[in-house]
């Protein structure tokens, strides 16, 4: 059983930045691949980021390309999301997943973990 722990959500402004990290419960980064995703009020679950198994290639969703930045930490079995140039647009519970799928990073449905959350929220 894999646990994953989400911080550093918060509110920051239209502009603004923030870093969110996900802790790990094991070394699992070269088994399975890591992904962000988040969901708005009345919004289906979106893909936001990937870091595939393996190869560590990244993978991320249109809207975030050029502002946000998934990255890795072996040793600390952490991940982050560094995300720049927020928008009110990126306000959404984001979650943290793992899952051993390495064709489908983008789908929700291959992750086989998830953490609790964290909010942002982004004013204008």
């Known amino acids: 059983q894999v646990q994953l722990v989400e911080s550093g959500g918060g509110l920051v402004q239209a502009g603004g930045s923030l870093r969110l990290s996900c802790a790990a419960s094991a070394r699992i980064f070269s088994s399975y691949t890591m992904g962000w995703f988040r969901q708005a009020p009345g919004k289906e679950r979106e893909f936001v980021a990937a870091?595939?198994?393996?190869?560590?290639?990244?993978y991320y969703a249109d809207s975030v390309k050029g502002r946000f930045t998934f990255s890795r930490d072996n040793a600390k079995n952490t991940v982050y999301l560094q995300m720049n140039s927020l928008k009110p647009e990126d306000t959404a519970l984001y979650y943290c997943?793992?899952?051993?799928?390495?064709?489908?990073?983008?789908?929700?449905?291959?992750?086989?973990?998830w953490g609790q959350g964290t909010q942002v929220t982004v004013s204008s």
């Open positions: 870091i595939r198994r393996n190869d560590g290639n990244t």
């Open positions: 997943a793992a899952g051993m799928t390495f064709w489908s990073a983008t789908n929700p449905g291959a992750y086989d973990y």
